[in-house]
């Protein structure tokens, strides 16, 4: 069963619903469900202050994220958006295109900010996950569904290319380059046993209820372990996806003649000779 207490004062937010879901680990709900959890400016700046304090704050260690309410998102508030995509700032073509390129950097933060927190984030869907949301998604390092789960690249029904994420890290999540030109171009829906079998996601439950008890259960497991060793993973797996298997040699290689002097090793290793689980070791924070 699903155990919820109310998150320290830094993380209030107008969008985001932020509670402590598990011992170390935070659930971070999208929270505008009378509008279908779209993506107004208001959200897209609230999740980068919202993953740079998770970032550094020492008594997390993994997040859950997922929407309130009927979905996860419709996707962007096109909206509340509109001002400034058709009328750009600029006194030119030249500085309207500068500001444009501005504007758009910025959004992309927004999600680049989940990639770059150290802390493990498990995406986990229900409903229609549209847009912006694969964007969100395809940046989290775990992505869960429930049955009812649907998604789709939307934006080229709407005269657009995806510019904060998808195109860039969705070949990536399931290394299929046609399945993905397919639903880029087609703007198809894509249901859940085709996401589950794609490798979208990773797993499929039968309800949202059944989806966050799995989230919140797979990230207190992750949390039992070295936070040293869980985090270094994660900016090594990143590191490598980017670059060639010499090079993610040595950055390991180079990361590790630090973090292998830590004490989380020995204290693993007495834990493993003693016949006791991770979750019995006293890690220090992170």
């Not at 993380?11 to 971070?28: I, K, M, N, P, W």
């Not at 959890?37 to 304090?53: D, G, H, I, Y």
């Not at 504007?103 to 900010?113: A, K, R």
């Not at 395809?138 to 998808?166: N, P, Y």
Request: hydrophobic share 40%.
């Amino acid at each position: 069963m699903r155990t919820m207490s109310v998150a320290p004062p830094s993380y209030d937010f107008e969008t985001l619903r932020v509670s402590q879901a598990r011992d170390s680990v935070l659930h971070v709900e999208l929270n505008r469900p009378k509008k279908r959890n779209a993506m107004n400016k208001t959200l897209w700046r609230e999740m980068v202050e919202c993953f740079q304090r998770i970032a550094q704050d020492t008594d997390q260690r993994v997040v859950v994220v997922s929407g309130a309410g009927k979905m996860f998102t419709a996707g962007i508030d096109l909206l509340d958006m509109a001002g400034e995509v058709l009328q750009p700032q600029g006194d030119d073509t030249a500085r309207k295109a500068w500001h444009m390129r501005n504007t758009i950097l910025q959004y992309q933060e927004s999600f680049n900010v989940i990639e770059k927190c150290s802390k493990p984030v498990i995406a986990a869907v229900h409903g229609a996950c549209i847009g912006g949301g694969i964007d969100l998604i395809t940046a989290c390092d775990i992505r869960l569904c429930s049955r009812d789960a649907w998604f789709q690249v939307k934006e080229v029904d709407i005269g657009m290319a995806a510019d904060v994420g998808t195109l860039q890290r969705l070949p990536k999540v399931i290394g299929n380059a046609s399945l993905v030109s397919e639903l880029v171009y087609t703007a198809r829906m894509m249901m859940a046993d085709e996401a589950l079998s794609c490798g979208l996601v990773s797993r499929l439950f039968e309800d949202k209820e059944a989806m966050l008890d799995g989230a919140f259960e797979m990230a207190s497991e992750i949390a039992s372990k070295s936070p040293v060793g869980v985090q270094g993973a994660k900016m090594n797996l990143i590191y490598s996806r980017d670059h060639s298997v010499k090079d993610g040699l040595n950055y390991i290689a180079t990361w590790n003649m630090s973090m292998l002097q830590t004490d989380d090793l020995v204290k693993s290793a007495q834990a493993a000779m003693e016949k006791k689980s991770p979750k019995d070791v006293p890690y220090s924070k992170l």
